[in-house]
């Protein structure tokens, strides 16, 4: 949960695209749809709360806006699981972590490019690339054993 000063309610907004994309990687989902900071020029949705917790519900408040920001609260419902969840994870100990420094340090990287957005995007394709041919992403199912 936090201020990123990133405006998620804009679809075009370039920042806005690479946070969602690591978010959605990291297998988390942003849950706050309103906006958070409302002045006289414009109305954005910048404080937001990034979960893994599916049973983490938005709590509406009345409380005072005290500034230009909005107060956001959460509320962990444990009762709302009713389904199995399927876990997403990577094994990261450290003779893997290991094997991807090696990797990565004698990877040749495109150093003439002077296009930020082009030198981000094969920065992170070559990083993905050596995770998951050393550690693939595996998945693991947690049942859910709450009675009915």
Known sequence: MGD???H???VRDGNREKLRQIVEGAGLRQIF????????????????????M???TL?????????????????LDSDSRKSDRVVTFRD?????????NRELVGMTWNNNCTD????????????????????????????????E
């Open 4 to 6: 990123f000063e990133i």
């Open 8 to 10: 998620y309610n804009k």
């Open 33 to 52: 749809d309103r906006p958070t900071r409302i002045t006289s020029l414009s109305v954005n949705t910048i404080d937001l709360v990034i979960t893994n």
């Open 54 to 56: 599916y049973g983490l």
């Open 59 to 75: 709590v509406d408040t009345e409380f005072p806006q005290l500034t230009n920001h909005s107060f956001v609260g959460t509320r």
């Open 92 to 100: 990261l100990h450290s003779d893997n972590l290991r094997r991807i």
């Open 116 to 147: 930020l957005e082009i030198l981000y995007e094969d920065f992170k394709s070559n990083i993905m690339k050596v995770v998951n041919e050393v550690s693939p992403e595996e998945r693991k199912v947690i049942p859910n054993n709450r009675k």
